[in-house]
């Protein structure tokens, strides 16, 4: 009974987290991750662009588009409406996991503590987003926090980039990693796509052992 980005992510084992300050690099954004070898995109509610790069990334791309950054059950909301089919937060809110239950989107909260997870399980989440990863102890870190709670993925998320992402898949509890690195700031300001292509593909790569 996974879910689509489940299935994806234990696929990918890697997610783009974007900030986009302007909604039309949505469609050379979604070319250069699927010629990087990605299938999905997390865009984070950060700018006001955000919510209408979702609209043309769900009318007009292949990837499975989510909305990061979602602090409230309105947003949740707005981000449903403009075509996310996932949720991911910085934390653990209750109302917003509701709200995503009730609206049928998969939701990953994050979780930095034991306590965070026994809320996400009791609220009947198996997958969280672990955050902010790399300040919280990195790869050990997930792979203590995941032993008491077997049934359980992380998507560690923070800090990872190339060069330390294996070390987190090493870790059987971890679904994927997210970040920014992929689709740096400088990158998308400078318009170039084909560096975001090749630090995707990059990233592929290393995923792979
Ligand atoms: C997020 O919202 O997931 C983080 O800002 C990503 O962290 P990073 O920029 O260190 O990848």
């Not at 089919?85 to 909260?109: E, M, T």
């Not at 979780?111 to 102890?137: D, H, N, S, Y």
Request: proline content about 8%.
């Amino acid at each position: 009974r996974s879910s689509d980005i489940v299935r994806l992510l234990a696929g990918d084992r890697l997610l783009p987290v974007v900030i986009l300050p302007d909604a039309s690099a949505a469609e050379p954004l979604a070319a250069a991750l699927t010629a990087g070898g990605l299938h999905s995109i997390e865009v984070t509610l950060r700018t006001p662009a955000a919510l209408d790069a979702i609209k043309r990334l769900a009318a007009s791309s292949d990837l499975l588009v989510g909305a990061g950054t979602v602090l409230s059950p309105e947003q949740a909301e707005r981000a449903v409406d403009a075509g996310a089919r996932y949720v991911v937060c910085p934390g653990f809110s209750a109302a917003v996991v509701r709200r995503c239950q009730d609206l049928g989107v998969p939701v990953f909260p994050g979780v930095a503590t034991p306590t965070e997870i026994q809320m996400a399980l009791e609220a009947g989440l198996e997958a969280v987003k672990f955050f902010p990863a790399e300040q919280l102890g990195g790869a050990p870190m997930v792979k203590a926090l995941s032993a008491p709670f077997p049934g359980v993925r992380f998507v560690p998320t923070g800090g990872v980039t190339t060069a330390n992402l294996a070390a987190y898949l090493a870790v059987p509890a971890v679904l994927a990693v997210g970040g920014t690195w992929m689709v740096a700031a400088d990158l998308l300001a400078a318009g170039d796509y084909a560096e975001i292509t090749r630090r995707t593909a990059a990233a592929v790569a290393a995923t792979r052992p």
